[in-house]
């Protein structure tokens, strides 16, 4: 019962945590099909750009961060374990020490 009771509430919070994924997916799937056409590619050149972050909306910078949103961020050890995901380290062997975030 107790297993049972743990699952219904990982589901419940899981299904509060990824609300504007499932919302966003029942409207259709993205109408490319996960193959990007390339637009901001054809944008950069087109307006003479070296670097393609000059004609993305949201670009991240050379660390791959997000400076608008901070992502990604450091994620504590409840939420790992409440998705079960564990972080491995060199050698696929779980790591002591989680990566740190620039």
Known sequence: ATTATTTTTTTTNTNEDFKHLTDAL?????????????????????????????????????????PMTGAPSNVCEEALSEYHISLLGCGGKPSKNPVKIK
């Not at 990007?36 to 991240?60: M, Q, T």
Request: charged share 20%; net charge negative.
């Open 26 to 66: 029942g409207f259709g799937t993205p109408p490319h099909g996960g193959i990007a056409i390339g637009v901001d590619r054809l944008a950069a050149i087109l307006c003479s750009e070296d670097n393609i972050r000059e004609v993305i909306a949201f670009p991240k910078n050379t660390y791959g961060n997000d």
